[in-house]
């Protein structure tokens, strides 16, 4: 009589656990998000959870990891390296900002923003702004660059212009979330990219680049 085999564990897709967390963190929020939601979304036990990400902090951690590899994630950081200026570098973050935070297969908006605004745990809400001072430094570093190539003036507020684009994605991720579209998302962009090449530039906002 053959013995009977015990019945081998459901296969565990780490990936597309922490791809299910990410949205459930993104669309909810840090602390709106329960170990029994993530369980429920994640399709495991508790126990099966915190054997493989550790505590919920943890698995949110590996969630931003995650997410810091999705357009989402990358698209500023591509356009600072991709563009030949700091204006159209901007430009296309604007842009992009409008189409990435409208997207119909994931939650709305920007996660960092969007998790930033709402959350109170000390430690998500010191590794969100890391997050969002790093994207401030690395624009203003580009900005920067193009004054010190004689391609901007000499005294450009490379932070100030930094901190303008930072504020305006906020803006644009909130109105995301509050059921913007991506056509008036792309009308913000083009005003919002106007203004920074018009202050970056020197000229008043509204004049003419001639």
Not at 158 to 183: C, F, I, N, W
């Amino acid at each position: 009589m053959a013995t009977k085999q015990r019945g081998r564990p459901r296969s565990f897709d780490r990936d597309e656990a922490l791809e299910k967390a990410l949205h459930a963190f993104w669309q909810h929020g840090y602390e709106a998000t329960s170990v029994a939601d993530l369980t429920r979304s994640l399709g495991i036990g508790a126990p099966s959870l915190y054997a493989a990400f550790g505590d919920k902090e943890a698995l949110f951690d590996a969630a931003v990891e995650v997410y810091a590899r999705t357009d989402n994630g990358t698209f500023i950081d591509r356009a600072l390296a991709e563009e030949p200026t700091a204006v159209a570098a901007f430009t296309r973050i604007l842009r992009e900002a409008a189409v990435g935070y409208t997207d119909p297969d994931r939650p709305r908006g920007c996660m960092v923003l969007s998790v930033g605004m709402s959350a109170t745990t000390p430690e998500v809400v010191a590794k969100l702004r890391e997050l969002r001072a790093l994207n401030m430094t690395n624009m203003a570093a580009r900005v920067q660059a193009d004054v010190a190539a004689g391609v901007l003036p000499a005294g450009t507020d490379a932070e100030k212009l930094a901190s303008y684009t930072g504020a305006v994605l906020q803006g644009m991720s909130t109105q995301a979330r509050d059921g913007a579209d991506r056509e008036l998302l792309e009308r913000v962009a083009e005003i919002a990219a106007a203004g920074f090449a018009a202050a970056a530039e020197g000229r008043e906002v509204g004049a003419s680049g001639a």
